[in-house]
């Protein structure tokens, strides 16, 4: 089988990873999966224009729609030759819904822009996925879309580190999250030692995002970061994530509140524990469970006392280790690209 992602934000943002991914097991099992596009010599993936060759059509559409809506809508009239029943979308960030409002976050800043996506989506096609066990609207179907690869796995060694807590993710209203987990640092700071963040809009809102969406979506508080003597990293490219939070004896692995509400998955929850270190879930603790099963519950940031869940990690990281490797075998079996595109195809062939 043929099929033909179509997705416009980059490959080193977004669910670029999780594509290259999908082009990997599909050649491994006999299929192929290009990306809508003209050729690109210094592309890991493959692109392609010809549509009518594809089996199926996949619009990978995230929140940043709006940047290439213009392309979006010529391809929509290029598939006038791809049958609507072959044509799938996967919503990645809960917009296909009406107005959520939660925590601070959202996922459309009013009902008209909650109507607009409606619209689009199912003008696209009736097969609407989201990457959730609890998609809200009964036409909608769980499809998690992103996946565990054991290749990425990192022989988990805690001599030394560089740091005590890294953490790889932009901050896209995901400021409560740290700072809670900042909170929990606080009181034995010196006892967890050096802090790393690498990401866009942790020192300063990303430049680009218009002024008031930047405001809300990038908000921190630069004076009580201050206290932290944070070391600010820039955007980490998808190749160098693993390696990257691997600097740490310890990662948060949280959502912004939005995919917490949700049950979203994203990239990061899957890349962490392969990382060389500690994934500790600032999370639901149902919403861990689902994800990487029972044992996993050792590693959710507990609402009281949290400080000691962190420093018992500092001081015996060997100890979650062996927790840590359960984590991976769940992930392996019960999360894999395999089983995603035998799942996905199996949909297209509805």
């Not at 999908?22 to 099992?29: N, P, S, T």
């Not at 809960?94 to 925590?103: E, F, K």
């Not at 409606?118 to 066990?133: A, F, G, M, N, V």
């Amino acid at each position: 089988m043929r099929l033909m992602f179509f997705y416009k934000v980059g490959e080193n943002v977004g669910s670029a990873q999780t594509i290259h991914n999908y082009c990997r097991v599909a050649r491994e099992l006999g299929h192929e999966v290009v990306v809508y596009g003209p050729e690109r010599q210094d592309s890991g993936l493959i692109y392609s224009l010809d549509v009518e060759s594809a089996n199926a059509v996949i619009f990978v559409l995230e929140w940043w729609l709006e940047l290439h809506y213009t392309s979006l809508l010529n391809l929509v009239r290029l598939l006038s030759k791809v049958p609507r029943g072959r044509r799938v979308v996967i919503d990645c960030d809960g917009m296909y819904n009406d107005v959520i409002r939660v925590g601070g976050d959202y996922n459309h800043p009013d009902a008209v822009g909650s109507r607009a996506r409606t619209e689009l989506y199912d003008s696209l096609s009736d097969k609407i996925l989201q990457p959730t066990l609890y998609p809200l609207r009964p036409n909608v179907r769980s499809f998690l879309f992103h996946g565990y690869n054991p290749a990425w796995e990192v022989p988990l060694d805690f001599r030394p580190k560089e740091y005590g807590m890294f953490y790889v993710g932009n901050n896209w209203f995901r400021w409560r999250a740290i700072r809670r987990m900042l909170e929990a640092i606080e009181p034995i700071c010196d006892q967890v030692g050096r802090i790393g963040l690498a990401g866009y809009g942790w020192e300063e809102p990303a430049w680009w995002i218009e002024p008031v969406l930047r405001q809300v979506a990038c908000y921190t508080d630069p004076v009580y970061l201050q206290h932290f003597h944070i070391e600010f990293m820039g955007p980490v490219p998808v190749g160098q994530v693993i390696e990257s939070m691997s600097k740490g004896i310890f990662n948060p692995v949280l959502v912004r509140p939005l995919f917490n509400h949700l049950r979203l998955v994203n990239p990061r929850l899957f890349e962490t524990p392969a990382a060389n270190t500690i994934p500790l879930f600032a999370l639901d603790h149902q919403y861990v469970k689902e994800i990487y099963g029972d044992e996993a519950f050792e590693l959710v940031l507990p609402e009281d006392h949290p400080e000691e869940k962190i420093l018992d990690i500092v001081r015996w990281p060997e100890h979650y280790a062996r927790i840590l490797r359960g984590i991976r075998r769940y992930l392996a079996e019960k999360h894999s690209y395999e089983a995603r595109l035998k799942q996905l195809i199996k949909i297209v062939e509805e």
